[in-house]
Each structure stands twice: as structure tokens, then as C-alpha cells.
């Protein structure tokens, strides 16, 4: 059973860089065919995708988020990561790391992690 | 703003069968699947529907899922407080929208 698991600070200052790890156990993230992605979700709202990382290293970012985002992967360690610059109050949700069969098809979601900004 | 247009709140009684509607467009729904989430109270989302009405093994065959020309609904039959939630649709949109669209959500209540 495959199980992700998002870690990183609770708390980012505003213009500072929002930096989370999705951890991925129960499977290799470099074996099949792919796509892992973060989501997030501001309290109250709904879902937001920023962006994937498909096995092959190749990534895909939501334009509205492209200018301040980054995604990248360790296969040593199993887990991919999320960098947002330049973050804002607007920036404050819950942020979950999921893998992806095809664009949409999301089937193992982490327990998303709450990050807020603020001075 | 999102994408794909969701009602925000949806009821029904229990024994009900109630739909929530999903609209986009030709570059959405209109040439690529549709996927629903279930999100229950301070959890993940969860899939629900995949590939316009495939459901995930696990998921009761009282949610429906249907897709025609650039909509979409997911059905519940025979409600249950248990499935008061958050719904949301997804799909893959071709255009700079993309690759991932998702709904506004639809809060759905059981009365």
C-alpha cells in the first residue's frame, strides 16, 4: 500500500521560500508510470493543483503559480519536493502531495500539512 | 475562479438520491475524463469516480458517475449521513487552464 507523507514548516515569513517533502513509502517513486503532484487548499476553499513530477524527472506547473515554483525529486530517498517563492498571506494552506495515474486521476493523497505565512 | 463550475451546496434527505453537476468546456470535460473527490471533514480528498464513471475498488455502487458533451454529474442514491462531504471534479484540460483543473467543490448535506 502506498502512503505519502508531507513534512516541512509549519510557519513561512512573508517573501520567503515555502519548501515541503513528500515522503513515499510502500513503493519506489521511480518505478511505473507516474506523476507526483502537490495540491493545496486554502482553509475554506477548494482544491488548487501547482504542479507534478513525472518518474521520467519532466515537471508541469499551473501557470497561474509557474513564475514562483519548483519541483524536484530524489530517488535516493524517495520523496519529491515542493519550493514556492515569494510567498504571500495568499499563500497560507493545507498542502497535500499525491501520485497521479494521468492528469486528474489522483489515487493516494498524504495527509496534507498546514502551512501558514506570517510575520 | 475555478475551471470546472460546481453548485457550492447540495442537500438531501436520508434514502435520497441527490447529483451534483460539473461544468467546463471543449478543452475540459468536453475531450478528456472527469474524476470526483470525496472530501469528509479534515481529511484528504479521496477518489471517488474515475474515468467519467469508474469507481475505485472500495467504493460503494451508490455513487454514479456520468459525463455528456462539456458536463458532468456524480450521482448518490440511497444517501447516508456518512456521506455528508466535499465533492470536487477534476479533469485534464488542454489548454493553458492545464493540465489540471479542478471544480469549486459542493458542499452536500444530509438532513
Known amino acids: 500500500q502506498v502512503q505519502l507523507q508531507e513534512s516541512g514548516p509549519g510557519l513561512v515569513k512573508p517573501s520567503q521560500t515555502l519548501s515541503l517533502t513528500c515522503t513515499v513509502s510502500?513503493?519506489?517513486?521511480?518505478?511505473?508510470?507516474?506523476?507526483w503532484s502537490w495540491i493545496r487548499q486554502p482553509a475554506g476553499k477548494g482544491l488548487e493543483w501547482i504542479g507534478r513530477?513525472?518518474?521520467?524527472?519532466?515537471?508541469n506547473y499551473n501557470p497561474s503559480l509557474k513564475s514562483r515554483v519548483t519541483i524536484s525529486v530524489d530517488t535516493s530517498k524517495n520523496q519529491f519536493s515542493l519550493k514556492l517563492s515569494s510567498v504571500t498571506a495568499a499563500d497560507t494552506a493545507v498542502y497535500y502531495c499525491?501520485?497521479?495515474?494521468?492528469?486528474?486521476?489522483?489515487?493516494?493523497w498524504g495527509q496534507g500539512t498546514l502551512v501558514t505565512v506570517s510575520s | 475562479q475555478s475551471v470546472l463550475t460546481q453548485p457550492p451546496s447540495a442537500s438531501g434527505t436520508p434514502g435520497q438520491r441527490v447529483t451534483i453537476s460539473c461544468s467546463g468546456s471543449?478543452?475540459?470535460?468536453?475531450?478528456?475524463?472527469v474524476y470526483w473527490y470525496q472530501q469528509l471533514p479534515g481529511t484528504a480528498p479521496k477518489l471517488l469516480i474515475y474515468?467519467?464513471?469508474q469507481r475505485p475498488s472500495g467504493v460503494p455502487d451508490r455513487f454514479s458517475g456520468s459525463k455528456s458533451g462539456t458536463s458532468a454529474s456524480l450521482a448518490i442514491s440511497g444517501l447516508r449521513s456518512e456521506d455528508e462531504a466535499d465533492y470536487y471534479c477534476?479533469?485534464?484540460?488542454?489548454?493553458?487552464?492545464?493540465?489540471?483543473?479542478f471544480g469549486g467543490g459542493t458542499k452536500l448535506t444530509v438532513l
Open positions: 499525491a501520485r497521479s495515474i494521468t492528469s486528474g486521476w489522483f489515487d493516494y
Open positions: 510502500g513503493g519506489s517513486i521511480s518505478s511505473g508510470s507516474y506523476y
Open positions: 513530477i513525472y518518474t521520467s524527472g519532466s515537471t
Open positions: 471543449s478543452s475540459n470535460i468536453g475531450s478528456n475524463y
Open positions: 474515468r467519467n464513471n
Open positions: 477534476a479533469a485534464w484540460d488542454d489548454s493553458l487552464s492545464g493540465p489540471v483543473v
